[in-house]
Nanobody
């Protein structure tokens, strides 16, 4: 079992920055691919960014490229999402995910956090 706890959400203005954290605990968390999804009101949950185990290769949704950056600490138990240049379209609940499969494939087995709300006012 892996437990994921997100933090860092809040209310910001357009153009501001915010950093989300996802603390992972449990068995062999360093061996999981990790990433972030988001779900806006009335919309489906969508992939935002992922980071692979081992090589720490990162990959991003086109909508956030150049604005968001994912990283993980040396122990690989915490993943961070630095969000710059926030837009109103970024308003959503952000979920952390861990999976032994490519983290962008939400239908594959994995673990989810409880989510943290990010609201961007224009």
């Amino acid at each position: 079992q892996v437990q994921l706890v997100e933090s860092g959400g809040g209310l910001v203005q357009a153009g501001d920055s915010l950093r989300l954290s996802c603390a992972a605990s449990g068995r062999a968390v360093s061996s999981y691919n990790m990433g972030w999804f988001r779900q806006a009101p009335g919309k489906e949950r969508e992939f935002v960014v992922g980071i692979t185990r081992g090589s720490d290769t990162t990959y991003y949704a086109d909508s956030v490229k150049g604005r968001f950056t994912i990283s993980r600490d040396n122990a690989k138990t915490t993943v961070y999402l630095q969000m710059n240049g926030l837009k109103s379209d970024d308003t959503a609940v952000y979920y952390c995910r861990a999976s032994a499969y490519p983290v962008s494939q939400a239908s594959r087995p994995g673990y989810w956090g409880q989510g943290t709300q990010v609201t961007v006012s224009s």
